[in-house]
């Protein structure tokens, strides 16, 4: 069973409204400073993955663990999981190794953390909270 | 009606609720779990409408120990309408797509927003359309053509009305108004930028549009 923690409409808001801004600051990096735009897309995936996993399942993923994270956004929202597993792909390469994210790599996370972000909102005015 | 409350369309009551957190994902849910998604519905109340449900065959109950789990039977002849009754959010804003993509260049960006694209939509409330016209001069053939552009969106407004019952109500900006707005600080702006649900053009355009915004923030603040 994944680690996962409760959500409350104040943490889905609040996870929504950093999505939305590591995903505003990555874009306005991505041209000039793509490893920490990569970060941010990063960090904007997952908060919109919390977004879409609260208002569907009523949890958010607590796991270290990125195939848990994973399955647990699939349960949430099929086809939604592929996105985030780029992002998670590329994570270490971003933040934690010498070498340089390509600019093949950071747009194809800004698609990734798009969708996601994209998912979130959808997800927010399908349901509500 | 209201986007965040799909079933809402067919039955005010906690059944349309309950089924809409069984349609939207494959798996099985303990009143608690449903409970914590509705937020406001009573753990009895469901209790009721998913033995309601159980008994006309279209949730599935199980028991694992002392724990009861439900899910929504996929294989009932019933599923495919609750399942579509489900995605009717989803379903209006492919509508709004296909419908714009008709409309050429001359529509730069388009997005929903206000309480529709927040999920706080009350059965009264208008469905809010942001649009971009293109300003460039060598649209102004047709379908860029003023009168033509007229017509599309009072047709716009007439559809978003037909297909939800909402009135339906369009700001509307050029792409030369947009930049003006955007250095003058419009907070409706920020909002169509932040809370929008993009319908045509990318989000990533307009928020190339809007950076005096920031700058103009930061400049205040300093």
């Known amino acids: ?129 | 009606m209201q986007l965040n409350r799909p079933f809402a369309t067919v039955t005010p009551t906690l059944d349309g609720d309950v089924l809409g957190v069984l349609a939207t994902s494959e798996v099985t849910f303990t009143i608690t779990q449903i409970q914590r998604i509705l937020t406001t519905a009573s753990g009895e109340g469901i209790r009721k409408v998913l033995t309601r449900l159980t008994a006309q065959g279209v949730v599935l109950h199980d028991q694992v120990g002392r724990t009861n789990t439900y899910r929504l039977n996929t294989e009932h002849l019933a599923a495919e309408p609750i399942m579509a009754l489900s995605r009717l959010t989803a379903t209006f804003l492919g509508r709004l797509e296909a419908h714009l993509e008709g409309w050429g260049e001359a529509l730069k960006y388009a997005a929903v927003f206000g309480s529709a694209a927040t999920g706080k939509m009350t059965l009264g409330s208008d469905i809010d359309l942001f649009l971009v016209r293109a300003s460039d001069p060598e649209h102004d053939g047709l379908p860029g053509d003023p009168e033509v552009w007229e017509q599309q969106v009072t047709e716009l407004a007439r559809s978003v009305t037909a297909w939800t019952g909402n009135d339906g109500r369009v700001v509307e900006y050029t792409e030369d108004e947009l930049r003006a707005a955007a250095v003058a600080g419009e907070p409706l702006l920020s909002d169509v930028a932040r809370q929008g649900l993009t319908v045509a053009g990318t989000r990533a355009w307009l928020n190339r549009q809007l950076r005096p915004i920031g700058k103009a923030a930061a400049a205040r603040k300093a």
Do not use: W
């Open chain 1, 1 to 129: 069973m994944a680690a996962t923690r409760k959500c409350s409409s104040t943490v889905t808001a609040g996870r929504l409204s950093k999505a939305i801004e590591f995903f505003d600051a990555a874009e306005h990096l991505e041209d000039d400073m793509p490893n920490a735009a990569g970060d941010l897309f990063v960090d904007a995936g997952i908060a919109a993955s919390d977004v879409i996993c609260c208002v569907r399942l009523g949890v958010h993923s607590s796991s270290g663990t990125h195939s848990e994270a994973i399955t647990l956004l699939k349960t949430a929202d099929k086809g939604s999981e592929k996105h985030l597993s780029i992002l998670l792909g590329l994570k270490n390469k971003v933040a934690y190794t010498d070498q340089e994210l390509s600019t093949a790599e950071c747009k194809k996370m800004n698609r990734a953390a798009s969708h996601l972000v994209e998912g979130a909102k959808r997800a927010m005015a399908s349901a509500g909270q």
